[in-house]
């Protein structure tokens, strides 16, 4: 069995039998119009993509890109929800080689749904298994573009005791400056995340960056802390 068609196949068929028009409207202004949708709200589509996965073995990396490369190039914004489904499940297992696949997709067709899935999913347990791609990492968070530092910054969420705390106060002391929301929002997104972990820390490094941090990353930062407190 040729996996690619296959499975293409099968998503396909399994969501255009699902097109729903008049869900499809509310979805996309939710997105702010920038996205088609189908119109299928995730509870439905966890079921379709069980019976979509149901009996095909794992892809190899060259597959997966394939999969994943012809979903993002389809319209409909539940194809690409599809592709980061299938890259979270099998990220990991690649060569280092696919970060420059990721580092596409993040750049394009470029929401915060995707960007931080992708993020969460694949790029931080992609760089978890191969070290060398921490450079990489350094030059997305430095880097002009808004969505690959957003994707940087966020690529530690889910480390918790092995977050390499030096570099994401780094990279988020990178992009303090700047007033786009989603970079200040994921500042303070993974500093509130590690304050789960390390509360002293964070608190510290907050307070010692208050001058350069925004009002919105320093308050997403302490969120959790200060509920503590009460």
Request: net charge neutral; charged share 25%; aromatic share 8%.
């Amino acid at each position: 069995m040729d996996l690619v068609p296959e499975l293409l196949g099968r998503v396909g068929a399994a969501y255009e039998a699902h097109r729903d028009p008049v869900a499809a409207g509310p979805m996309s202004r939710y997105m702010r119009g920038q996205f088609p949708f189908l119109g299928i709200p995730r509870p439905q589509r966890d079921p379709l993509d069980r019976d979509v996965l149901a009996g095909l073995r794992a892809p190899d990396e060259s597959e997966l890109t394939g999969v994943v490369s012809a979903l993002w190039d389809r319209d409909e914004r539940e194809y690409q929800y599809f592709a980061l489904r299938y890259l979270r499940a099998h990220a990991r297992r690649c060569s280092a080689g696919l970060i420059q696949v990721l580092e596409g997709l993040v750049t394009t067709k470029s929401w915060w749904d995707t960007v931080d899935e992708l993020a969460q999913g694949s790029v931080g347990p992609l760089v978890r298994t191969h070290p060398d791609l921490l450079g990489t990492m350094d030059a997305w968070a430095t880097g002009p573009q808004l969505w690959l530092a957003r994707a940087a910054i966020l690529h530690q969420l889910a480390a918790r005791t092995d977050t390499d705390v030096e570099r994401l106060f780094r990279h988020c002391l990178a992009n303090a400056a700047s007033t786009e929301f989603f970079l200040r929002k994921a500042i303070g997104w993974a500093l509130r995340q590690y304050s789960k972990t390390d509360p002293v820390a964070v608190e510290r490094f907050v307070e010692a960056y208050r001058a350069e941090l925004s009002g919105l990353s320093r308050k997403e930062a302490l969120k959790v802390i200060e509920r503590a407190r009460g």
